[in-house]
């Protein structure tokens, strides 16, 4: 039983000692010149800190002639930052002759930025297409459609990567310049002629404000005429007009249709009044022959009038009828 208590005091005592204190990293630790002690390492277990993060960090700062020591970078680690990108970033700008301290560094990578990819952005600067895919279309004072695509030649800007607007704000700026440039052009032929005209206008616009970039140049890629777009515009506005001008005279026709139709009610309704009054006839005659204010000659020479009237109104009807046969 006591040997049983002894091999568990032993493997409690080896794990202690390997995992609280390791021992490999310490060495190498001494082997690179750094100087740290064992209890600093035990310090960093109980802080859950990773020493196997920290003392490479340390060594690298070290051979890079960068002083710097354990505490900044736990501090750091216990932020949720990334330290070894940190690390890489202030001995890449330092290599590179770039001002960024080791607390600028750490506020960008906290920000969520890659301030490793942004040391090496401002060394090599990158190229930005706008728009991404594809061309972007703008029409030209003269109606036609012109297609641009551009490439922007950027770096970053290290004093404004917290807080300063992405690439995507680039490409949007660029694309509102390319439109405003065509869409200020005389004619589409003046921006095939120029198209390096597109990129200065786009320049002095300084589109790189408030952005974490600078941009260095932009270049016109790719110059296309598209559309007749003012034509088309023009021929839907006349269609629309017809459709307009149509409809406004089925209106008119309406209108003259029940306006007609309106004529022949009165004219009905004024011969029905005519055939009242003609009906009135037969009952005046009668009255005057009972009072006798009218003879029997005088009734006959009344009819004698009315058939000599309907010959002649059927003669008259014959003989335009005949004339039109002639006509035809």
């Known amino acids: 039983m006591p040997l049983f208590v002894l091999i568990i005091f032993i493997a409690a005592f080896f794990f202690f000692f390997v995992y609280f204190i390791p021992v490999r990293l310490w060495i190498s630790a001494i082997a690179s010149g ?6 600093s390492l ?11 993060v920290i003392v490479p960090s ?6 890079a002639g960068i002083s710097l020591n354990s505490d900044p970078l736990e501090a750091h680690y216990l932020a949720g930052g990334d330290v070894i990108r940190v690390v890489k970033a202030l001995i890449s700008a330092d290599k590179a002759n770039l001002s960024l301290k080791f607390e600028k560094a750490c506020a960008i ?24 895919s594809g061309l972007l279309s703008a029409v030209a004072k003269d109606g036609i459609e012109v297609r641009a695509r551009a490439r922007v030649t950027v770096r970053a800007n290290i004093e404004r990567l917290v807080g ?13 310049g390319i439109v405003t440039t065509i869409g ?3 004619t589409y032929k003046a921006v095939l002629e120029n ?8 320049l002095d616009r300084g589109l790189d404000a408030g952005t974490a970039f600078e941009i260095l140049s932009i270049d016109i890629a790719d110059v296309d ?17 017809l459709k307009v001008a149509q409809a406004r005279a089925e209106t008119r026709r309406a209108m003259a249709v029940a306006q007609e139709q309106e004529m022949s009610a009165r004219t009905q309704e004024m011969r029905a009044h005519v055939v009242e009054a003609e009906s009135e006839i037969p009952k005046a005659i009668a009255h005057a022959f009972r009072e006798g204010t009218l003879g029997v000659m005088d009734y006959y020479n009344i009819k004698n009038i009315q058939a000599d009237t309907t010959m002649r109104n059927q003669i008259g009807q014959n003989e335009n009828q005949s004339d039109k046969d002639k006509t035809n």
């Open 195 to 202: 198209p390096d005209k597109i990129s200065k206008n786009v």
């Open 225 to 241: 005429v598209g559309r007749n777009v003012g034509a088309k515009l023009q021929t839907d506005q006349a269609d629309a007009d």
């Open 42 to 52: 035990v310090g960093m277990r109980l802080r859950k800190v990773d020493p196997f």
């Open 164 to 176: 300063g607007a992405t690439e995507e704000t680039i490409i949007a700026r660029v694309g509102e």
């Open 109 to 132: 990578d906290l920000a969520g930025r890659d301030v490793l990819e942004a040391v090496k952005t401002s060394v090599n600067p990158m190229v930005i297409d706008a728009p991404k």
């Open 34 to 39: 750094v100087k740290i002690s064992l209890f």
């Open 58 to 63: 340390i060594i690298m700062v070290h051979k």
């Open 184 to 186: 200020s052009a005389a």
